[in-house]
Nanobody, 118 residues
């Protein structure tokens, strides 16, 4: 069982930056793939970025590639999402997920709201 708690969301102007954090409970964090997803207003949840268990491999949605960076600190049981050059279309509730494979995420946090004003 893994419990996830996101933080770091807020209101920012277009062009600004935010760093989201996702703290995980449990002693097996380092064995999980981690990912960030987001759900824009009125839309379905969409993939943002994923990172493997060691942190050596990452993958991004085209919409955020070059602007967002996913990273993890296994000693702190935390995964991060550094978001730069934010755009109004990045406005969404951001969720972190944990899973044993790169395509299946079994555990989710409660989400953190990111609002980008134009």
């Amino acid at each position: 069982q893994v419990q996830l708690v996101e933080s770091g969301g807020g209101l920012v102007q277009a062009g600004g930056s935010l760093r989201l954090s996702c703290a995980a409970s449990g002693r097996t964090f380092s064995t999980y793939f981690m990912a960030w997803f987001r759900q824009p207003p009125g839309k379905e949840r969409e993939f943002v970025a994923t990172i493997n268990s060691s942190g050596g491999s990452t993958y991004y949605a085209d919409s955020v590639k070059g602007r967002f960076t996913i990273s993890r600190d296994n000693a702190k049981n935390t995964v991060y999402l550094q978001m730069n050059s934010l755009k109004p279309e990045d406005t969404a509730v951001y969720y972190c997920g944990a899973g044993k494979t790169v395509v299946t995420f079994d555990y989710w946090g409660q989400g953190t709201q990111v609002t980008v004003s134009s």
